[in-house]
């Protein structure tokens, strides 16, 4: 059974770097079933998608914050992390890693579902 | 971009009844749609992927309908354990990228 675990620091000042993990157990990161994604939810507030990297590398970001992200993957310890540089107050949130299932049916038709999720990780930005 | 706007933001129903939620996209997405539910405090979970599939697992008072921009979910003989908000998300491959709804969050009278 896939499980998720979101890892790292819980405060961060403004202007440094955000940088989570994601242990994942029960299957391999570079199984290629998955693509490994990261949510962030503000207090109060919906789901936003911060990016996804595949199992091969390549990465994918939500274009209003790829200038400050970066994600990757480590498949010795089958973990997968993110960084997000000059964070400020607004950027205080939840934040879940996810394994969304997606590839393509016989009909060729893309298909993709966060179907697991971490338990997620509070991380406040603040002086 | 792709923009999905959810309605309504917040319902308030009684046991039993039958609640429907939509989801409008700004631009055709065929069948590319996925529900969730976040219960207070907790990671959402998938409840409907592909406009109309049943995840498994799923009570079957979870059912969703839809295709090219708008979609709904509805939910018969709302239960207690149903208070959560209500997400949609859609996907696109070329290249992958995501956009959550703004959530309905659904309340018993």
């Known amino acids: 059974q896939l499980q998720l675990q979101e890892s790292g620091s819980g405060l961060v000042k403004p202007s440094q770097t955000l940088s989570l993990t994601c242990t994942v157990s029960?299957?391999?990161?570079?199984?290629?079933?998955?693509?490994w994604s990261w949510i962030r939810q503000p207090p109060g507030k919906g789901l936003e998608w911060i990016g996804d990297?595949?199992?091969?590398?390549?990465?994918y970001y939500n274009p209003s914050l790829k200038s400050r992200v970066n994600t990757s993957i480590d498949r010795s310890k089958n973990q997968f992390s993110l960084k997000l540089n000059s964070v400020t107050a607004a950027d205080t949130a939840v934040y879940y890693c996810?394994?969304?299932?997606?590839?393509?049916?016989?009909?060729?038709?893309?298909?993709?579902?966060?179907?697991?999720w971490g338990q997620g990780i509070t991380v406040t930005v603040s002086s | 971009d792709i923009q999905m706007t959810q309605s309504p933001s917040s319902l308030s129903a009684s046991v039993g009844d039958r609640v429907t939620i939509t989801c409008q996209a700004s631009?055709?997405?065929?069948?590319?749609l996925n529900w969730y539910q976040q219960k207070p405090g907790k990671a959402p979970k998938l409840l409907i992927y592909d406009a109309s599939n049943l995840e498994t697992g799923v009570p079957s008072r979870f059912s969703g309908s839809g295709s090219g921009t708008d979609f709904t979910l509805t939910i018969n003989s709302l239960q207690p354990e149903d208070i959560a908000t209500y997400y949609c998300?859609?996907?696109?491959?070329?290249?992958?990228?995501?956009?959550f709804g703004g959530g309905t969050k659904v309340e018993i009278e």
């Open positions: 996810a394994g969304a299932r997606h590839g393509y049916n016989q009909r060729r038709n893309y298909y993709y579902a966060m179907d697991v």
């Open positions: 998300q859609q996907y696109d491959n070329l290249p992958l990228t995501i956009t």
């Open positions: 990297i595949y199992h091969s590398g390549s990465t």
């Open positions: 029960g299957d391999s990161i570079g199984s290629g079933t998955y693509s």
């Open positions: 631009q055709v997405i065929s069948k590319s």
